[in-house]
Every structure is written in C-alpha cells, then in structure tokens.
C-alpha cells in the first residue's frame, strides 16, 4: 500500500512542474538571404530549427551568431514563443528548415 501511495506521489508532483506538451503544427522553410528579415514564433508556439543548409561557401546566422557554415551546423536549436529572430546569410542564400509545434497545456 506504502508503495502505490508512493507512485502516485511521485507522479502528481511531476505532473504539478508540467510546462505543456508539444504538438506538431507545420513545417517551415525559411530563406536566408544578406541582411535577412526578423520572424517572430508566434504565442503558443515553439519552433525547433532541424537544419540550416548554406550555399557554397556561405554561412547562415541566427542574430548574428554563426548557425551553419560548410561543415558546421548548430541545429538542431530551439526558439520559444515571441522570440524574434533575424536569418541571414552571406555567399547567396541559404535555406532554413523549422519545425512548428504547438504548446498544448
């Protein structure tokens, strides 16, 4: 008996710490060009960035910090709702591909 009051114990003070599930909502392809553009996540939403994929020689940045070159890639990297970012890329353009998912309380 000790041990089932345990368990259950145990798992409704984890649930307590929950922050929401992840659901899938839509995959996104982002082109990073030169000076790039800002792109919010929107409220309730995450994004996880799979891969960033340069061309030639080039490199993708994340707000300036290097995010993939020709053989570096820091993906995957998780960005959080009302997170603005700005994509670019030098050496042409370069493609970005994010994960969407909703946060399901």
Same mark, same amino acid.
């Given at each position: 008996?000790?041990?089932?009051? +345990?368990?259950?114990a ?7 710490f @929950?922050? /929401? %599930? ?9 082109d990073?060009?030169g000076i790039?553009a ?7 939403k ?9 061309? +030639?020689?080039g490199?993708?940045y ?5 995010? @993939?070159? /020709? %053989? ?19 050496g ?6 994010i994960i ?6």
């Amino acid at each position: 008996m000790k041990n089932i009051l +345990l368990i259950l114990a145990i798992a409704f003070s984890s649930a307590s710490f @929950a922050q /929401g %599930n992840l659901q899938f909502n839509q995959v996104i392809v982002i082109d990073a060009t030169g000076i790039g553009a800002s792109h919010t996540v929107p409220v309730g939403k995450v994004w996880k960035i799979e891969a960033a994929t340069p061309v +030639l020689n080039g490199i993708v940045y994340l707000n300036n910090t290097v995010l @993939a070159t /020709g %053989n570096t890639n820091n993906t995957p990297f998780w960005l959080p709702a009302n997170y603005t970012s700005n994509i670019s890329s030098s050496g042409g353009i370069g493609k970005v591909s994010i994960i969407e998912f909703n946060v399901v309380p």
